[in-house]
Structure formats: structure tokens, C-alpha cells
């Protein structure tokens, strides 16, 4: 059997990666084979391209991560999901492809509510910002939540599961356009990260609370700084990823003195580490999912053969929400 990947054979740009007819990926016990029909774009796609993230699969590989689609072969000694089945699931790399092999027990099946482009957006984002306000930072109903790169694919569902949970959301981004995305899914206050007395703002807008309660910081560089210099006492920062390339360097007297928290989330641990949290997890997102409360921002999708240009999208920094890449 083969198929239709994007595939590449060397590391470097968005450009390295190749429409090619390969073999479909071997049946593995206690896996299932998905018929790909949409495929989430994430910024560790970008990474593994250019040979920088921390998985590194052998060449000739696909990207992709985060997949949405039907079952439609199960290994011998698997019972669910059956075939027939419409799944999401976590497929480590190898999603930019019109089938792929996974663990059954990565696999969570979609309502029929749910579209395959909203499923296929709808893990990543929505996964790591409920486990970092939920489970990591531990917010409460009445507190203030400041939200870096609001109009991301993570900033952007922290934002709405913040106004979920209860809290004042802060919401900061690079350009008046993004910053009106951010409003749109409920943000309470809006900042150009640019502005030059950002800090002194963001104090003022959270003086009722003593100061930012949870930092959401999938940026680093000079937000982890604004962030730091804002919380209230025992107040959390959440670190998600270093969008800005600049990983900040600690000072650790100011943790003593203010009595603060950093929280590091690397999401995709809890699969192996604690999959019970991402089963509960998992059971909330979808109850609000079909309760109406949440939905995925798609800004684009994307045809297989244009999955170069998604990436270069990405790279730009220009996506607001996320960027899915449709096949079939």
C-alpha cells in the first residue's frame, strides 16, 4: 500500500519538504492505522524540519503531530477504538500524510459535533492551556490572568478557558489586528507587547488583585520579564515555549522574595508521565467543546501539497489561531 506525505530527507527550511508517493506506514501492536483527513500545524513542525526539536525521527520522515481522522484497521489485540471510528490523536510526527499508524491509546474520538478541522486544532492548543491553568498554575474564579501572545494557537484558547475559569484576563499581543482576536474569544484588557510602559500597565489593570495572579508564557524574552515583574505574591508563571527566541535567565532572589512560581509545561509528557490527567483533561475540553463554549480559531487550512507555506506562515509569526492542513 502507499500514499500521498509530505516528506523530508534533509533538515533545514519549510522548502526541504516534498509531495512524494511512499509506502503507508506498517501495522505495530496495540496501534491503529487513521485515514488523515486534517492535520493541525504547530510550531514544533518548524522545529522538527529544522532538525531543533527534541524528537528527531529517522529519514526520510513526515511532520505533523496532530491529527484527525477515521479509523480503519486496528491491530489484532486492540478493541478500541474499532474501525469506523473519527478520532484525534497525538501522533508524534508523520500527520502530513493520508494515513498514519498510532498507539490505540493516544486516540480520543470526536463528537458528532465536531468537525475534522476543528479536531484536528483542537488538541494542542486547547490541551496545553487547560493543563497549564488547570492543572500546573491551578487558577481560581476571581483572579487576574495575563496572557502573552493572546492571538496564538495556545494564547488565544488560554485566553478562553481564563474567561471559563472566572478570571480578569489580561490579554497582550504584537499589533491592534491580533489584539481584536483576543477580545473576540473574551479578553477583559488589551496591551501592544511593544508598548513601552507595558509593565506599568499591566500593574495598574491588576492592582485589585495585588498583582497578575497566573502569567501564560508562551514567548519568553521581555514578556517573561513584564510577567515577573507583575505577579502578585504567590503568583504563577506558566512557561509554554520561547516564541520570541530569547530564553530568559532567572533571577531567583526575586522568586524568594515575592514568593512565586515557575511552572514549567511540556505538555506532551503528560501522554507518557500522567496520561490520567489528560484523560480528565480531555473529558472537560470536550464537554464545553459540545456545549458550545469553546471552538478552535482556524485562520487557514491548507491543501497536503501547500504544507510548505504553511510552515513559512508559521515561521512569520503572522498566524492568529491555528493553521490546519487538510487532506483527501
Not at 20 to 32: F, L, Q, R
Not at 231 to 252: D, K, N, T, W
Not at 279 to 301: C, N
Not at 312 to 322: D, E, F, P, V
Request: aromatic content about 6%; proline content about 6%; overall charge neutral.
Amino acid at each position: 500500500m502507499r500514499m500521498k506525505a509530505m516528506v523530508a530527507r534533509a533538515y533545514g527550511g519549510p522548502e526541504v519538504l516534498r509531495l512524494e508517493d511512499v509506502p503507508a506506514p506498517e501495522m505495530k501492536p496495540g496501534h491503529v492505522r487513521i485515514r488523515v483527513r486534517a492535520c493541525g500545524v504547530n510550531f514544533a513542525d518548524t522545529l522538527m524540519v529544522q532538525g531543533r526539536y527534541q524528537e528527531k525521527p529517522p529519514f526520510p520522515f513526515a511532520p505533523g503531530l496532530e491529527i484527525a481522522g477515521e479509523v480503519i484497521e486496528a491491530a489484532g489485540d486492540v478493541s478500541a477504538p474499532a474501525p469506523g471510528t473519527r478520532v484525534l490523536a497525538m501522533s508524534g510526527n508523520g500527520g502530513y500524510a493520508e494515513e498514519a499508524v498510532v498507539p490505540a491509546g493516544v486516540c480520543v474520538p470526536i463528537p458528532d459535533a465536531m468537525t475534522d478541522v476543528d479536531a484536528a486544532a483542537f488538541a494542542v492548543a486547547f490541551g496545553t492551556s487547560h493543563v497549564g491553568l488547570w492543572h500546573k498554575a491551578r487558577l481560581q474564579q476571581g483572579e487576574t490572568l495575563l496572557v502573552h501572545g493572546a492571538s496564538g494557537g495556545v494564547g488565544l484558547t488560554a485566553v478562553e478557558i481564563g474567561k471559563i475559569m472566572g478570571a480578569t484576563v489580561i490579554a497582550t499581543a504584537s499589533s491592534e489586528d491580533k489584539l481584536a482576536i483576543a477580545a473576540s474569544k473574551g479578553a477583559d484588557h488589551l496591551l501592544l507587547s511593544s508598548d513601552p510602559d507595558l509593565k506599568d500597565r499591566i500593574k495598574e489593570i491588576a492592582a485589585p488583585t495585588g498583582g497578575v495572579n497566573v502569567a501564560y508564557d508562551p514567548v519568553g524574552g521581555d514578556m517573561f520579564d513584564a510577567s515577573l515583574r507583575t505577579l502578585a505574591f504567590e503568583g504563577r508563571i506558566v512557561v509554554i515555549g520561547f516564541a520570541s527566541g530569547s530564553i530568559p535567565q532567572i533571577p531567583a532572589n526575586i522568586l524568594l522574595v515575592k514568593n512565586v512560581d515557575v511552572l514549567g509545561l511540556y505538555w506532551g509528557a503528560y501522554a507518557r508521565k500522567k496520561p490520567a490527567v489528560l484523560a480528565e483533561s480531555f473529558r472537560t475540553l470536550m464537554d464545553w467543546y459540545v456545549a458550545g463554549r469553546i471552538r478552535p480559531h482556524v485562520s487557514k487550512v491548507y491543501p497536503l501539497a501547500e504544507a510548505g507555506e504553511a510552515l513559512t506562515h508559521m515561521m512569520s509569526r503572522k498566524a492568529t489561531g491555528k493553521l490546519v492542513i487538510g487532506i483527501g
